[in-house]
């Protein structure tokens, strides 16, 4: 971390030459006066333009570029705007569909290629990840969950290695060291194969500080210290309230309800209920939830069976066995707009926790091999009245198409009650950052 | 930790250093792991980093012979299945594995520059080629027997199936050694540095910058000592014109180096090749040693005062994206070989951040024969775009696999004519990552205005299934993803599980729109070539075979059903019905 110091000393040395080395660069029509050499994501940034950013880390020289989140346009060729540092006439874009829809998509499958089960972790609201996924309004990742299974690496002495949630930024890699300069942490392996390998021997030999400072390096909850992970409560964490691209107060947009009266379904698939109770938490808009919409099926008034064709459904949970997929069809067929809310229903959630390690075996832990199991007397439950259990829990739009997605484990009351809003007015949906999450 | 390290080391030697203990024990041992780790100062995982980029470093005994079959998308079409299948009866072992008594180990490989001679395996890297299963039957049974892999392995001949007439041939004609260094008699580093820039010659590696170019940015960088690497790991699917230059012609390179050498101030070169190819070891290493004899290597070679000039070869240790320049500096400074941030040329910054010139074989050949026979000469073959000739390697549904050494301009029809094609249908030129087109494009010109071509042509006919041929790329590029970028690393893991719809016939149209924009997303992003080029095959072949697609694509109108089949996904389950 040595690096980190003489890059604060030579402050003073670069006052000194600021006059003689000013350039120009345009950012996205922008006319922008700064110094020559610095790095594209500050100096973007600074100036009210903002970049997604993974991998960087001011203090790492040179750049990283590896998560290519903060993909731009840089003279017409594209590249990391991480690993650019301005020079004078430079051309920069950063705001076309193309390059934001890009920049998504690489968030996207950073969250399908790992196991990332944000209710369960320790760095939720402080993880970096998720902070791009909330100011990106990203709902759901277009990429197929690949649920592949990764170690947890309880060994090393004072840190928990967790695989599932690490992105590959490199940060650790490039600036975890001991006194006498070793690598603590490498890449190893490659391709969809690369993890983080961590060295035992090396990470004792780090200071307390040296290894709670590692954990804080991480975007993620990759890296963990033991008895470090102290959870913070909603509206204290690092991301919760503030988004970095609209620094101005949150003020909670004026709605009229509709006039309309408009006909909703809701189920509980594959999840907790959880989100329904969240819908709940509306309190005293209840009153006028009923007064703009008519419940047919659904737990809350305990109506089985369809009455007619809906305007809107509201799905919580995926599919983990038949029946789930039979009633996720019915609502698609008697439903118009379909909409999957909660974590469970827009990508398999917690349930999906199984989705790495073959149902066989899962089956065989739980009712064969389990230690209140009595030998030769257990059997795994199989009848004609049961529904047959999936080979994995499915997101809802692997199975059906899905309209629209509302985020959240479970969903903010008011981000489920705006959206309901939104759709019964025909209106586009106006969530403020505070109430967009995933936990 | 006190003792005195018993072993001296530099880093770039790491991969040296892991070589000699895998030879000596068949595996890399915790105790080699200590030894580096203690030499150079670095921590164990740091030495464990490097072991497991490299697919030929193993960690666990690798069985007292190794062999690794090839799976490149001829050697599947050519029966690879069936050798298999063969080596597994035949040895009692199962691949990706050792057999139980430790004497087999079965390995399936990328691409070992075999292709006109497919299927083909290495055996302790000897090679063993047309492969079947009594052949495979027989080997197994002389290696029981005692007989050593060197003995019973297969020639490799070349296969040069055809020449441009006359004085049009430019590298595959009579050569003597020091052909071309003594022409370095009478012309200065500048005006071979002139003579290569007017002959428009271009990297033959699949990059195509111009050569001239990057040896001026070389000589004029301030920085020494500079730097002349010889790219010979040649990895792209299907192509084996390299292998054939190196065996047919290796004093060839060796001249076009230490022209190179001349022309931007260096008296340091070095050949990365690629570990496929470590048969050819001994070969390359006398003919650099007769070299050093006849004084075409050395000091003042060829008696020109001050021109020294030394090669030394390394070996890689299996990975594809060494290919890649920056990675393979990286792999020469005894690192992963992860390709670097495009920030310097390797001319700027290179290995150790020193100015340096890679070129790949073909190019450094082709250098040699430009001060041979003169730039004149050499724009008087192919195109004003492209003035020269270009090594094919041909392979695939064809009678006469091999090399053609073509002049530029020719059309994709004369060398499926010339290599006798068998019903031609779907051609991958440039590899994997190249371009493939269908037989309405067959007029198409290879050369630089239309069609390039790094060195391969892979013909499938009729009865080859696409999607069979890009789920072969697909796995390809997955399993050679250094790791380092998300668009690439998750990008080919993703694209695979979607090929997998199709496979089982659940894809609909909104699956092939989306396999179109994800290409796309990963051309734009990834960090190097071989992430943005990976997709390519697959985006063409959706564009280039529509009628293909919409046989495989399920036509659904409903918004019921989107690739899920009930059956499939309950039939796991089934089993505990009983």
Redesign the interface.
């Known amino acids: 971390m040595s690096k980190a110091k003489t890059k604060s000393n030579g402050k003073a040395g670069k006052a000194a030459t600021r006059a003689n080395n000013l350039i120009t660069l345009t950012i996205d029509g922008k006319e922008i006066e700064t110094e020559a050499g610095r790095n594209l994501v500050q100096v973007a940034n600074e100036n009210g333009i903002f970049i997604p950013s993974l991998c960087y880390f001011e203090n790492i020289e040179?750049?990283?570029?590896?998560?290519?989140?903060c993909?731009c346009r840089v003279n017409g060729a594209?590249?990391?705007a991480c690993?650019e540092s301005v020079k004078d006439g430079m051309v920069v874009e950063t705001n076309t569909d193309?390059l934001k829809?890009?920049r998504k998509?690489?968030v996207e499958?950073?969250f399908?290629?790992g196991n990332h089960f944000c209710p369960g972790c320790q760095k939720s609201g402080d993880c970096d990840l998720q902070h791009m996924g909330y100011e990106m309004g990203l709902t759901q990742s277009?990429?197929?969950h690949?649920f592949k299974d990764r170690l947890i690496d309880f060994n090393p002495r004072r840190m928990i290695m967790e695989h599932n949630r690490c992105?590959?930024c490199?940060r650790c890699v490039k600036e975890v060291f001991?006194d006498?300069?070793?690598?603590?942490?490498?890449?190893?392996?490659?391709?969809?194969?690369?993890r983080v390998?961590?060295?035992y021997?090396?990470e004792a030999r780090l200071s307390e500080q040296q290894a709670i400072d590692a954990m804080h390096l991480c975007p993620t909850g990759a890296i963990m210290v033991r008895g470090e992970g102290r959870a913070r409560p909603f509206g204290a964490r690092r991301f919760d309230m503030q988004s970095m691209q609209d620094k101005a107060p949150e003020i909670d947009p004026e709605i009229t309800l509709p006039a309309e009266k408009k006909s909703i379904a809701t189920i509980s698939l594959a999840g907790c209920f959880g989100c329904h109770m969240s819908l709940l938490d509306i309190d005293l808009k209840l009153i006028d939830l009923v007064n703009i919409v008519e419940l047919n099926k659904s737990p809350l008034n305990d109506i089985k069976e369809f009455t007619h064709q809906c305007d809107i459904g509201l799905i919580e949970g995926g599919c983990c066995n038949?029946e789930n997929?039979e009633v996720l069809?019915e609502f698609?067929?008697k439903c118009d707009v379909l909409v999957a809310f909660g974590e469970c229903a827009i990508w398999g959630g917690v349930p999906s926790m199984r989705n790495t390690i073959?149902?066989?075996e899962c089956?065989e832990e739980a009712y064969l091999n389990c230690i209140t199991s009595m030998p030769d007397e257990c059997?795994?439950p199989?009848h004609e009245d049961l529904p047959?259990?999936?080979?994995?829990v499915?997101a809802c739009?692997?199975?059906?198409?899905i309209d629209y997605f509302i985020p959240g484990c479970p969903p903010d009351a008011n981000h489920i009650w705006k959206s309901v809003l939104s759709l019964v007015a025909g209106k586009p949906l106006s969530v403020l950052y505070s109430e967009f999450k995933y936990d | 930790m006190n003792n005195k390290p018993a072993l001296t080391l530099t880093r770039p030697e790491l991969l040296d250093y892991l070589w000699s203990a895998q030879n000596e024990h068949g595996y890399i041992r915790s105790e080699d792991i200590d030894a580096c780790s203690n030499a150079l100062?670095?921590?164990?995982?740091?030495v464990?980093?490097v072991i497991?980029?490299y697919h030929f470093f193993h960690r666990q005994p690798s069985g007292e012979f190794t062999i690794y079959l090839n799976n490149s998308v001829v050697s599947e079409s050519k029966g690879f299945a069936r050798v298999k299948e063969a080596f597994e009866m035949a040895t009692g072992g199962t691949f990706n594995g050792v057999d139980p008594s430790g004497q087999w180990g079965l390995f399936e490989t990328a691409c070992i520059g075999l292709s006109d001679m497919e299927p083909a395996a290495l055996i302790d890297f000897y090679p063993f080629t047309n492969l079947n299963s009594l052949k495979v039957r027989d080997i197994v049974a002389k290696l029981k027997q005692g007989v050593s892999p060197a003995e019973i392995c297969d020639p490799v001949p070349d296969h040069i199936r055809a020449v441009p007439e006359g004085e049009k041939a430019i590298l595959l004609r009579h050569y003597d050694p020091g052909i071309a260094l003594a022409k370095l008699c009478d012309l200065t580093p500048q005006t071979v540095l002139e003579e290569i820039k007017r002959s428009g010659l271009r990297g033959m590696g699949g990059a195509f910058f111009p050569t001239g170019l990057k040896w001026e940015a070389c000589r004029k960088d301030p920085e020494s000592p500079k730097y002349i690497f010889c790219n010979a790991d040649e990895g792209e699917p299907g192509t084996f014109k390299d292998r054939v230059l190196m065996n047919a012609l290796p004093g060839l390179m060796l001249e076009g180096m230490a022209i190179a050498g001349y022309a931007v101030g260096s008296s340091i070169g070095t050949i990365y090749l690629r570990a496929e190819y470590t048969w050819m070891k001994d070969k390359l290493q006398h003919t650099i040693e007769h070299f050093r004899k006849m004084n075409l290597l050395g000091k003042n070679i060829c008696g020109i005062e001050g021109f020294d000039f030394d090669i030394r070869l390394q070996l890689g240790a299996g990975?594809y994206?060494c290919g890649e320049e920056t990675a393979m500096l990286n792999s020469l400074e005894g690192k992963?070989g992860?390709p670097r941030?495009?920030?310097f040329y390797p001319t700027e910054r290179g290995y150790m951040q020193k100015p340096t010139v890679i070129n790949n074989v073909e190019t450094f050949c082709a250098a040699a024969r430009i001060i041979q026979l003169g730039a004149d000469h050499y724009l008087q073959t192919g195109t004003p775009a492209s003035p020269g000739t270009k090594l094919l390697s041909v392979s695939g549904d064809c009678r006469l696999p091999g090399i053609y050494e073509i002049e530029w301009g020719t059309t994709v029809r004369e060398i499926l004519e010339q290599s006798e094609a068998d019903r031609p249908y779907f051609i991958q030129v440039s590899g994997p990552s190249g371009e493939c087109i269908s037989m309405d494009e067959a007029d198409r010109k290879i050369s630089m205005d239309d069609l390039v071509s790094e060195g391969s042509i892979m013909i499938f006919s009729r009865s080859r299934d696409i999607l069979n041929i890009l789920r072969n790329y697909n796995r390809f590029f997955?399993?050679?993803?250094?790791?380092?970028?998300?668009?690439c690393?998750?990008?080919?893991?993703?694209l695979e599980?979607?090929l997998a719809l199709f496979a089982d016939k659940l894809a609909l149209q909104s699956d092939v729109d989306?396999v179109q924009s994800?290409g796309k997303?990963m051309q734009?992003?990834?960090?190097c070539g071989l992430g943005k080029t990976a997709p390519n095959a697959l985006l063409m072949a959706q564009q280039k075979f529509p009628d293909y697609f919409e046989t495989i694509v399920n036509a659904n109108p409903e918004?019921?059903?989107?690739?899920?089949s009930?059956k499939?996904?309950?039939?796991?389950?089934?089993?505990?019905?009983s």
């Open positions: 040179p750049p990283l570029g590896t998560c290519r989140v993909t594209a590249g990391p690993t193309e829809d890009a998509a690489i499958m950073m399908s290629e277009r990429f197929p690949v992105i590959k490199l001991t006498d300069g070793k690598a603590v942490f490498s890449f190893r392996y490659r391709g969809n194969e690369t390998g961590i060295d021997v090396e038949a997929v069809r698609r067929r073959p149902l066989g089956l059997m795994v199989y047959k259990i999936l080979d994995k499915y739009n692997e199975i059906v198409d | 100062g670095i921590s164990r995982i740091e464990e980093g497991s980029f990975a994206v992963r992860e941030n495009k920030r997955k399993h050679e993803s250094c790791g380092l970028c998300t668009p690393r998750a990008g080919n893991f993703i599980k979607k989306d994800w997303i734009l992003t990834c960090r918004r019921l059903n989107k690739g899920f009930l499939e996904a309950v039939r796991e389950y089934d089993r505990f019905s």
